[in-house]
């Protein structure tokens, strides 16, 4: 065994976002384990860190977008806005850090090249990118869904004299004051960028690639009323985020949309809009929106309707108007319509007038058109969940890479252990949750500690999930996504992002409280499909 005080620990964390930041003080801090967190930034934050383009925040609320175990530096924040920007939710991820003692046991600027088991010790060995070595008992991936960026690929971008970019990977020191803008992408950071871009830029060009519903973000701030009401009922308010179907924080629908009349729909629609928010408007609404055709039709009615009513120009209208089912991750941010009446933005439609290709001065479109550009934007997304494991070389038993473990598509057990990888655990790993995600991290982090504290107080080594039940919540995530409408439209949601990738079940479509029911009938059931054993050399591979 190797015994070294300095590299050697009960525990390592990969990632030091909403899911590291918690998993470091639930091991470290309450399981009493001796634990290091490494994350390749030069600070905390996860993708907070790395997202700092013009317009950042989140989307979901933000009594919701924060951690509910740590009450104490809730009650010392300013909740006013109601939805958090990118500067402010990373100053509340370093006040946790700092509040919890955390960052002594958190190593900046290393990236893990490399997590091999030992099968005859049972532990990890990590090399970093620095080339240092670090051994371990626990692994535990806390790297995100969404940070390795995709860049698509586009011919002449050795041409381009101007400046490129990617949305998550924005320099600090970037401005767009003065500047010819473009942009690819219109999903939910598009659409913020787009806004913020427009006012800031001498003129923005949208490269729409496939049109977006979106619905307005409602208003900035909330009263003082409504911060001293949830504060007061914070654990009630809470329980009822765990026990929702999106963890966003607002009562979910149980009306379906083609159970009243039309006049009745329209005016739920209208209220909604009004309100604001993206996730608000797809269930709260009705409860079908996102497995009934007629009802998403008629939502999608509507917001086309407010697009034609909102945008000036009828050309520019229809090119903004989705075609495809309302079944992609939804979005919001306020004026993005709006913003196609300012002088200084034009839009083109991509699947009509494709790019041809970058040029010395910008982006040539195959209707002859050079669009000149200072910058160019890559507003494009992330390889989902897989990404970032494709990252490092990651080997299980016998030497089988997480890759090849996952050369159909990526799979685990209830998204947090994968077979032939013992000792190892995912945060957010394939088909946890579809939900807003720090409830969903926090369920997470707690059954992983609550396993990781049981086999510690039964001496028990190597915890290992099976292939069957792997297999099988493979199956019961795969037939939970075919009921609703969301497979039906390509999206990154089902890692259709990628050129030449086929789609794949990557998240858990039965909502946040039906998760929590599974790990908590797991967890009672002794860990069922997994198996915990003192001796190594008897685990079936």
């Known amino acids: 065994m190797i015994d070294n005080d300095k590299t050697h620990f009960d525990a390592i964390v990969i990632g030091t976002g909403f899911a590291g930041i918690y998993m470091l003080h639930k091991l470290r801090n309450e399981l009493g384990l001796k634990v290091r967190a490494f994350d390749k930034a030069s600070g905390v934050g996860g ?7 013009p317009g950042a925040r989140a989307d979901t609320e933000s009594f919701v977008y924060r951690y509910s175990f740590d009450k104490e530096t ?3 924040w300013d909740w006013r806005n109601r939805y958090v920007d990118q500067p402010e939710m990373l100053g509340y991820l370093q006040a946790v850090v700092d509040r919890h003692g955390l960052a002594k046991d958190i190593q900046l600027k290393t990236g893990i090249d490399s997590a091999v088991f030992d099968e005859i010790h049972h532990i990890w060995t990590l090399t970093t990118s620095t080339g240092e070595l670090f051994t371990a008992r626990y692994l535990v991936n806390a790297v995100g869904v969404l940070s390795k960026i995709v860049i698509p690929q586009i011919p002449g971008r050795d041409k381009f004299q101007g400046q490129i970019v990617h949305t998550g990977a924005w320099p600090a020191d970037l401005s767009l004051e003065g500047k010819r803008v473009g942009v690819i992408g219109t999903g939910s950071t598009g659409v913020q960028f787009i806004c913020a871009a427009s006012k800031l830029a001498l003129h923005l060009t949208v490269f729409q690639r496939s049109a977006q519903f979106c619905v307005p973000a409602g208003s900035r701030q909330v009263s ?3 911060v001293a009401e949830y504060k007061n009922n914070f654990e009630q308010i809470w329980d009822g985020i765990r026990n929702s179907r999106i963890a966003c924080g607002f009562e979910e629908s149980g009306v379906s949309a083609m159970s009243v009349s039309e006049e009745e729909r329209q005016k739920v629609f209208e209220h909604h809009w009004e309100i604001g928010n993206g996730f608000r408007f797809m269930f709260g ?4 929106i996102a497995v009934d055709p007629a009802a998403n039709q008629a939502a999608s009615d509507f917001i086309r309707a407010k697009i034609r009513q909102i945008v000036k120009d009828p050309e520019t209208a229809r090119k903004l108007c989705p075609t495809d089912l309302y079944a992609k991750r939804p979005v919001c941010t306020n004026d993005y319509y709006e913003t196609y009446n300012l002088p200084n933005v034009s839009l083109v439609s991509l699947p009509e007038n494709p790019i041809k290709e970058l040029t010395a001065n910008g982006v040539l479109t195959e209707d002859g058109v050079e669009h000149k550009l200072d910058l160019l934007v890559f507003a494009t997304g992330f390889e ?4 970032s494991y494709n990252q490092m070389e990651i080997r299980g038993r016998g030497g089988e890479t997480l890759q090849h473990h996952w050369k159909d598509a990526p799979s685990s057990y209830l998204g947090v252990a994968t077979a032939g990888f013992p000792n190892m655990f995912m945060v957010l790993g394939p088909n946890s949750a579809f939900s ?7 369920s997470q982090v ?5 396993l990781i504290g049981w086999a510690e107080g039964e001496s028990t ?7 069957e039940a792997e297999e099988a919540w493979t199956a019961t995530c795969k037939e939970i996504a075919a009921y609703t409408l969301f497979p039906k439209v390509k999206s990154w949601i089902f890692g259709e992002n990628i050129d030449g990738r086929s789609s794949r079940v990557l998240f858990y479509f039965g909502g946040l409280a039906g998760y929590r029911a599974k790990l908590r009938e797991v967890a009672d059931a002794d860990y069922e499909g997994f198996i915990l054993h003192s001796d190594p050399s008897s685990m079936v591979a």
């Open 74 to 76: 809730s009650e010392g």
């Open 436 to 442: 807003n995600l720090p409830p969903s991290i926090e």
């Open 285 to 288: 609404t009705f409860s079908d």
């Open 47 to 53: 993708t907070w860190y790395w997202n700092k383009y």
């Open 384 to 387: 989902t969940v897989e990404g």
């Open 461 to 467: 080594p190597v915890i290992e999930t099976t292939r």
């Open 446 to 450: 707690e059954w992983i500690g609550e």
């Open 224 to 226: 003082e009323a409504y």
